[in-house]
């Protein structure tokens, strides 16, 4: 599987963004997908996973619920992240991962001991102007 992230960029605060994934790859129906976010000397945080394509549940953490909603277009496997009321605190390299639908979407997002298991993309740097 390879991941293809695009979208970021710079925006004042209270603007919105989309960042795109871009899979290839698959060899099941059955893969889930995260958005996760590092700022740097922090540890990363998973903000938002959804299920496999088919079944869709999704988690957000604290930190982005009611401002930023995942999404999948099946035909084009692609995973998306609307953002919306963007904030200052935001600010971070945005990265994308897939991996089996093995365990709930908030585990995916929570459990760091599960990102060794999934595949990442290379990051897109997304910055919140106050």
């Known amino acids: 599987v390879q991941l293809v992230e695009s979208g970021g960029g710079l925006v004042k605060s209270g603007g919105s963004l989309r960042l795109s994934c871009a899979a290839s790859g698959f060899t099941s129906d059955h893969y889930a997908a995260g958005w996760f976010r590092q700022v740097p000397g922090k540890e990363r945080e998973g903000i938002s996973c959804i299920t496999s394509r088919y079944d869709a549940r999704t988690y957000y953490s604290d930190s982005v619920k009611g401002r930023f909603t995942i999404s999948w277009d099946n035909a084009k496997n692609t995973v998306y992240l609307e953002m919306n009321s963007l904030k200052p605190e935001d600010t971070a390299v945005y990265y994308c991962?897939?991996?089996?639908?093995?365990?709930?979407?908030?585990?995916?997002?929570?459990?760091?001991?599960?990102?060794?298991?999934?595949?990442w993309g290379q990051g897109t740097q997304v910055t919140v102007s106050s």
């Open positions: 991962a897939t991996g089996l639908d093995l365990v709930t979407v908030q585990d995916m997002c929570v459990r760091t001991e599960v990102r060794d298991l999934l595949t």
